[in-house]
């Protein structure tokens, strides 16, 4: 009977290529594993190495997305003519829109629409109604009517939640001043 050795965390997921060695070879006397026996020791080692980062990068992005899921990375307030109001996704169904946004174009002095693209939160994380604001999106878009929004920008978001980072929260129509 051979005796086990037990090795430590860092020998199992990142061996020296010495150890890789001894642990192929290990594992060809021992149990003749067909999965290990077709590795050699500095096979052993790249795949191990390869498995780690592979595990560490996966462990990274969803702490990344985890937390920056929940910063509010800024707010304000847009005017413009709402363009589109869906309801996208194959899998998780959410609230997208454009809006055109005034403005001049840069290096000339002619007046064009920019298209900015949001979101609703169908998680409500702010306490708004996902279905009031779609309505008076849908209203204001069928009336042509000039809105203002309010809206928080997130740091990054999860695919089910929202195709933008963009998060409207309040819906107002501008009222046209009649000039006299």
Excluded: C
């Amino acid at each position: 009977m051979t005796k086990k050795t037990h090795q430590t965390l860092r020998q199992r997921l990142f061996p020296t290529p010495d150890e890789a060695d001894e642990i192929s070879s290990r594992k060809r006397k021992n149990d003749g594993d067909a999965y290990y026996t077709d590795i050699s020791g500095s096979g052993l080692l790249f795949y191990r190495w390869i498995r780690s980062l592979f595990l560490a990068s996966v462990l990274l992005y969803g702490t990344y997305q985890g937390i920056g899921n929940t910063i509010d990375y800024s707010r304000g307030q847009k005017t413009g003519m709402i363009n589109k109001v869906s309801e996208t996704g194959l899998f998780w169904k959410t609230y997208e829109g454009q809006m055109a946004l005034e403005g001049i174009v840069s290096g000339s002095l002619t007046t064009s629409a920019n298209v900015w693209d949001f979101s609703l939160d169908r998680q409500a994380r702010h306490g708004e109604n996902t279905q009031e604001l779609v309505t008076k999106l849908r209203e204001s878009m069928q009336n042509e009517t000039k809105v203002m929004i309010t809206y928080t920008e997130q740091f990054t978001t999860w695919p089910w939640r929202s195709g933008t980072n963009y998060f409207i929260q309040n819906v107002e129509p501008i009222r046209k001043i009649e000039k006299q």
